[in-house]
């Protein structure tokens, strides 16, 4: 018998019946993903990896946004003009930011991190103590993580930058976003690209055979390192999480730096998956 | 479909964090944004003599300078100026008077055309006080201290405290204190605000965008309606912005006057004055016992602090009267004025205090009994409420004492102090009992199915981090019968069905239940669409055996015939079908004692000739009703722990109390935890089926997995190093 | 921050010149700490000189088994170097116990030297400070100084230099190359860079107006095989240093031939730990012997009313130290 059933075939069409793979989008996910800029071929790929749900949040404030500002409207580029004239001390400067070529006027004063954030819309960067105390605004320049709050926008002439927005490879996600995401690495969201910015360029620093303070053997001659739990805690001490979530961000990277499955750390009471959680805590006395 | 609930979900705003693309306060980009930086007191008590801010007035891109002289008086139509979290007292308004209340008190606005030259103008102005002496450390003033509640509303001793613990064959009596200590949430609290006609327009960082519209239409004189506040995303606040802070009230104040939109950000020295603190407080416990353990009475004091003008108080010793068997009780619990700024909650307030107390003094009892501290809880476990002889809705604390201790090796803990090592490491273990109350608020939430066969589900609640988005989307895909993916659920903005405030671990609880319920009277109104027309195959089949499953509604047991939402709709000329709903709680609560419980394990290794603490390992037990979404109630559990890390061993704000002004307001010098400060934790959810609580069966988890923690650390220093710290934090001086 | 000129040097000569015409211009290395003091309005340069492309990032062999760091080398390549890893292993480990990963990718030798006291008095304006403001008075001498000053402080001034490689750079008698305004180059014993408070807290160490550090000498020293740089803190990572202690021992047997003490977190300069070194020199390399030295250094210890732990963490700490030091840093 047609599954659908034979005396409804009048009743409705055919077109009608939930195909659960298939993805429809919804207009204000049409406008966000127009606004991302993601099209053809590259959305139906982005709507593969990110749940409906997931992008109807970036819709959300999307839509809020506009519908908040009404007539008002966003910054434009002839702001940027208007206020390079009113600056004292301007300095022009020239960088490479997430690729693209950027020029800027900046006031002497001002942070890359200001400059990014205020300038260009850039807000994934994060400001939190804006004293270098806190590691919310790493971002990498010219492959090296550093603090964009203490870095002055007039020293980046040439320089090159990538922030979190520049992590992904068009719409395809960063192994350590998609870590992040798997391994709860985080709950605010506000330290988060800088977690992740620092823990990119922790993944090369560890290549090049860099120590830190926990290391065992300083003296030996630097080669590819692969870093122990307690190792990973120390290189991303300079990144502070309020929200406490330290754990699963280790998690995160260790599984991008070792490329092998972490287990949770969780379990419900009636639960008879004990064994992983186990290994775990031999692996760790080990290292 | 097999159901959502319980299922390891990842967030669904988990893209827009990892990319950046999330939201928060301060980055809405608009057209001649203005910057304004504030100015704060040098002084923490007096008056303004005179300020000058001719200087500052003259400084490039200064658009305009706001102090207490020129600063427009507003309408403050309410006493309270409607903030639903202010204690009692008048709350502080910014700029409105030359009183001086606290150090660090906003004196003087500066906007500028951008964010450099307001800041730099905010330094040129100076102004001159009348000092005051002032009083900012509770420890010499205690006898000050004033009942936190009218006579009438206090707890009364229960049975004879007094007469008991005097004829206890065995008793421990303590002090402990605890300082200062700040949110210090990453992101800094900013306000955009823009006029548009006599429209007011606010992206704010709060928990509780309904509070801070009423909040500013009530300042301003205007009718709520006419003030959105909007805020998508919250870079955690952990009870900080549960009350308007003053910079969203100057950023409209300015942005009306120069009419232009306005910024404020504060600086994170200014945060540490912004917003509010866990309070300083002292605690006084005794605890008679006899010979077995049984505890025969318990007497808790508690002193903190509070402002001059606001009576902020937390119930410090409340979980005493509750969380044990225990025939004689009493709790006294004083404020003490200081002239600092108003404290305000903070993760697991009052309790996580006063179980620090407790559960300390408890473990002496348990040395001075040669009882196992794990042990001497169970002696005295509660089965019922001991306070008013309630039933619990549900504890499972008992089994999480013994999941947790299982899990983590208790049975082989020796009790005598420094009895454990690892190496040259003294290793210590300890347990304390964690505990909050599983609250639950009415809400309001709207549902819309649409034709495309998604629902958009609304409701004004918040997520500072624990992650509501996740779980309200959770639950109303597992109620209607959605794929996760056909549910968008759209929270923090005014405009939105009211929700309660984003606190007390009790969102989940409103906001689910109300969506839940939301959910389930829309598809009864679906079923009764689907049933129309005479070729439905639904005619004449009841509710109770009608169910939605992955869009398609159908009959219970014959999943071969269906109908989609889209269909129905579509039959029916309908292009939506739009439910509110107001949820309350269950009237069947009042029945019983409702409460979440757990047991928390703990390791820390001392370094006794450095006098450093490493917790290595904690086991959160947790009971706390059925789990949403197990990976981020994790998290929750996780980051109460990590708090807990950071309560015991290495937060505190210092205060020179010469100058009554906070000295370490930064990340530098205010130690909250780091990476290399935490190791494993683990999480053991004992998952209880309540249906009193809310049919959701959810308690909620943000501050319980606190509670516990800094005296189940302190708790184990003693047993790594026979050294009792009464005085938070645990650092390395108090240990040498 | 208050508005200042940005101007970037072509080399070394022009940067002095340039410096000592202006008696308010700084130069502008890593930024890490000027950056954020001139957020809190402490620094107030009004013109900063971007030094950051100049040619003082090398570091190589200067004879005699000497190594010579440039100044404008990051934290992190310093650390990292071969150079230093092998023959310093003591200045790796000192600068990997100091801030962050990102800190030191940005933060320079030079600017480590340079960087000012974090004594929360000298960071709020609001509060006496001499160091920042002579003549207004020290907020911490009876105020909060738990972090503060056990050796050399005076009545102007209790706050301590808060760097970590110092302390091992003191330990190890690096030399500092300066040039000057003049062109002259002259080179300035570790010991004699950094200053006591004294009567002139507000002047951390012995440069003049437009000097300009260029490089930091080590000498050859056979250490690398007993050196240990142990910090202690109240958190795990990423906190100055309550008490910090750089140790090396050059060994005959059990007999120490030549010892090598430096602390941090105990004065206003990295103080080195003269009276222990001696007392131990010829000694045997034992616990007991280790308490000894400890015990000459630390009883003519200073300690204010917050701060009295140090002396005994002192002791313990150099203790540890030299442990871990004949162990090679393995516990």
New interface residues.
């Given amino acids: 018998m047609d599954k659908r059933g034979e005396h409804l075939e009048d009743w409705m069409n055919e077109e009608d019946w939930v195909e659960p793979e298939e993805r429809r989008i919804t207009e204000d996910e049409e406008k966000l993903l127009d606004e991302l800029g993601i099209f053809g071929e590259s959305r139906r790929r982005f709507l593969g990896q990110v749940s409906a749900a997931g992008l109807s949040v970036l819709a959300l404030q999307l839509i809020a946004e506009q519908k908040a500002l009404g007539g008002v409207g966003g910054r434009g580029p002839e702001d940027a003009a208007l206020i390079a004239e009113k600056l004292e001390n301007a300095v022009k400067v020239v960088m490479q930011i997430n690729g693209d070529k950027k020029t800027l006027e900046v006031d002497s004063r001002m942070t890359l991190l200001d400059a990014l954030r205020e300038r260009l819309q850039l807000t994934g960067s994060k400001k939190g103590c804006d004293h270098g105390q806190c590691g919310a605004c790493t971002v990498i320049v010219d492959g090296r993580r550093v603090l964009s709050c203490l870095t002055l926008a007039a020293t980046c002439e040439g320089k090159n930058v990538t922030t979190i927005e520049g992590l992904a490879n068009g719409d395809e996600l960063h192994p350590m976003q998609e870590a992040f995401i798997k391994h709860d690495g985080f709950q605010c969201g506000y330290c988060t690209p800088g977690q992740i910015c620092s823990a990119v360029a922790l993944m090369v620093e560890a290549k090049n055979g860099e120590a830190s303070y926990v290391s065992e053997n300083i003296q030996a001659k630097p080669r590819a390192v692969q870093l122990s739990d307690d190792e990973i805690r120390e290189r991303m001490s300079g990144n502070l999480c309020r929200c406490g979530a330290y754990p699963n961000i280790v998690a995160a990277i260790k599984e991008v730096h070792t490329g092998k499955e972490v287990a949770q750390t969780w379990q419900f009471a009636a639960g008879d998956d004990l064994a992983s959680l186990e290994s775990l805590r031999e692996k760790d006395e080990e290292g | 479909m097999a159901s959502l609930i ?1 299922k ?1 979900t ?15 306060a ?8 203005a910057h304004g930086y504030l100015a704060l007191s ?2 923490a008590k007096g008056r303004i003599a005179s300020i000058d801010i001719s200087k500052a007035e003259k400084a ?2 200064v658009i305009k300078i706001f102090t207490h002289k020129n600063a427009p008086k507003l309408p403050f139509s309410d006493p309270q100026d409607k903030d639903g979290v202010a204690p009692g007292g008048k709350p502080f308004r910014a700029l409105q008077s030359d009183q001086i209340m606290f ?2 008190q906003p004196i003087a606005l500066v906007v500028a ?5 307001a ?2 103008a905010a ?1 040129l102005i100076e102004a001159e006080y009348e000092k005051e002496t002032s009083e900012t450390d509770i420890l010499p003033i205690l006898g000050k201290g004033v009942p936190a509640e009218p006579a009438e509303r206090a707890p009364k001793p229960r049975g004879n405290p007094e007469g008991a613990f005097r004829d206890a064959p065995v008793k421990i009596e303590a002090e402990y204190t605890i300082p200062i200590e700040h ?6 609290h900013a306000s955009i605000a ?1 006029w ?1 006609d006599d429209r007011l ?1 606010v ?1 704010d960082k709060t928990q509780w965008v309904y509070n801070v519209r009423n909040h500013l239409a009530s300042i301003f004189g205007i009718p709520e309606g006419k003030v ?1 506040v ?1 805020s ?7 009870g900080g912005a549960l009350r308007p802070a003053a910079n969203v009230m100057l950023a409209a104040m300015a942005a009306r006057e120069i009419k232009r ?1 306005v910024k404020i ?1 504060y ?3 200014q945060l540490a004055t912004a917003h509010g603190y866990r309070p300083q407080t002292w605690q006084k416990v005794r605890i008679g016992a006899d010979e077995k353990g049984k505890f025969l009475s318990i007497i808790h004091e508690a002193i903190g602090n509070t402002s001059q003008f606001e009576t902020y108080s937390e119930g410090t010793p409340g979980t005493t009267r509750s969380i044990y068997a225990c025939p004689n009780v009493q709790t006294d619990y004083k404020i003490v004025k200081t002239d600092l700024a108003t404290p305000l909650y903070m993760r697991a307030p009052g309790a996580v205090s006063g179980m620090f107390a407790l559960e300390s003094a408890i473990d002496e009892l348990a040395y001075k009994l040669k009882i196992d501290p794990l042990e001497l809880r169970l002696i005295n476990y509660a089965e019922t409420d001991p306070e008013d002889g309630k039933p619990f809705s549900s504890k499972a604390l008992r ?1 999480c004492y013994s ?1 947790g201790a299982e899990r983590f090796g208790w049975s082989k803990r020796k009790l005598e102090p420094r009895s454990m090592r690892d ?2 490491l003294l290793v210590g273990w300890g347990v304390a009992t964690g505990t909050w109350g599983a609250y639950q608020a009415p809400s309001a939430s709207r549902i819309t199915l ?1 034709a ?3 629902a958009l589900i609304q409701s004004a609640a918040s997520d ?4 509501t ?2 779980t309200i ?1 959770m639950i109303a895909a597992d109620t209607l019968g959605l ?8 929270l ?2 005014s405009r939105l069905p009211e929700a309660p405030v984003h606190g007390g671990s009790m969102t989940t609880a409103s906001v689910g239940s109300s969506v839940q319920e939301a959910c389930r009277n829309v598809l009864k109104k679906m079923f009764e669409l689907a049933r129309k ?1 005479d ?3 639904f005619k004449n089949v009841p509710d109770d055996q009608l169910e939605c499953e ?3 509604i159908r009959i219970k047991g014959k999943p ?5 939402l ?2 129905v709709l ?2 029916n000329g309908l292009e939506k079908l739009e439910e509110m709903h107001n949820s309350a709680p269950n009237k069947e609560r009042d029945k019983y004692s409702i409460a979440s419980h757990g047991a928390q394990f703990v390791e820390v290794k001392v370094d006794e ?4 603490v ?1 917790v290595t390992r904690i086991v959160e ?1 947790t009971a706390a009703g059925r ?1 949403m979404n ?14 807990g890390i950071g309560m015991a061993l ?1 937060e505190e704000t ?1 205060i ?1 109390h ?2 009554g ?1 906070m ?2 307001p ?4 205010y ?17 209880e089926e309540d249906k009193i609580v809310n049919d959701l069966g959810v308690k909620g988890m943000g501050e319980l997995g606190m509670v516990g923690v800094p005296a189940a650390i302190a708790n184990a220093v003693f047993h790594a190093t026979g050294r009792r710290v009464r005085d938070l934090p645990i ?3 108090k240990m ?1 | 921050m208050r508005p200042f000129k940005y101007t970037r040097a072509k080399d070394g000569a022009e940067a002095v010149k340039s410096a000592s015409a202006n008696s308010k211009a700084k130069f502008l290395a890593g930024g890490t700490n000027l950056i954020d003091l001139m957020k809190e309005d402490v620094e107030r340069p009004d013109e900063l000189i971007d030094i950051t492309r100049l040619a003082f990032a090398q570091i190589k062999t200067a004879g005699g088994g000497a190594v010579q760091i440039g100044a404008l080398a990051k934290n992190t390549d310093t650390a990292n170097h071969p150079l230093i890893r092998q023959n310093f292993p003591l200045l790796s480990q000192a600068i990997l116990a100091g801030a962050s990963g990102q800190i030191r990718n940005m933060a320079t030798n030079g600017g480590n030297l340079n960087q000012r006291t974090r004594c929360t008095y000298f960071y709020d304006t609001a509060m006496p400070c001499n160091k920042r403001e002579p003549g207004s008075g020290c907020g911490a001498m009876e105020g909060i100084n738990r972090m503060h000053a056990v050796f050399g402080w005076s009545d102007n001034c209790v706050a301590v230099h808060p760097s970590d490689m110092c302390v091992a750079l003191a330990a190890l008698d690096a030399v500092v190359k300066v040039q000057d305004a003049k062109g002259n180059e002259r080179s300035i014993p570790f010991a004699d860079y950094h200053r006591l408070p004294g009567t002139t807290p507000e002047k951390d160490n012995n440069l003049g107006q437009g000097d300009l550090v260029t490089s930091i000498e080590i000498p050859k020293n056979n250490f690398a095989g007993k050196s240990y740089y142990l910090k202690v803190r109240d958190r795990a990572s990423y906190a100055f240093a309550l008490v910090s202690v750089a140790a090396a021992l050059e060994t005959d047997g059990k007999k120490i031939k030549e010892a090598r003490l430096a602390m941090g977190g105990v004065a206003h300069k990295p103080w080195r730990a003269s009276a222990a070194e001696n007392f131990l020199k010829g000694k045997e390399a034992t616990r007991e012997n280790f308490e000894k030295a400890a015990e000459a250094e630390m009883k003519a210890a200073k300690p204010l009313e917050h701060n009295k732990f140090k002396v005994e963490l002192g002791k313990r700490a150099i203790v540890r130290a030299l442990t871990m030091a004949m162990s090679s840093g393995k516990a």
């Fill in positions: 319980g390891a990842r967030r669904v705003d988990g893209i827009a964090k990892v990319t950046g693309r999330a939201k928060y301060a980055e809405f980009n608009l057209t001649d944004l040098a002084v490039a891109g150090s660090a055309e951008t964010f450099e030259q800041r730099h330094r949110h210090n949430a990453m992101e800094p823009f548009k327009t992206f959105d909007i998508p995303f919250v870079g955690g606040a952990f939109p950000v600086s994170r020295r089994e999941e190496g040259p649409k495309d066969g998604t500072m981090g624990p992650g988005y996740t989307t794929p996760v993916e056909k549910v968008r659920f759209e923090g903005d027309g070729a439905s195959p992955n869009g398609q071969g015939v269906g109908l989609t889209t269909e579509r039959r000739d450095l006098g450093t490493r037990a789990i197990p990976a981020t109630a994790h998290s929750q559990e996780m980051g109460g722990a990590v708090w290495t210092e020179d010469r100058y002004r000295m370490n930064n990340l530098a010098g130690h909250v935890p780091a990476n290399a400060d935490v190791r494993e934790i683990e999480t053991i959810f004992v998952e650092t390395p001086d040498i």
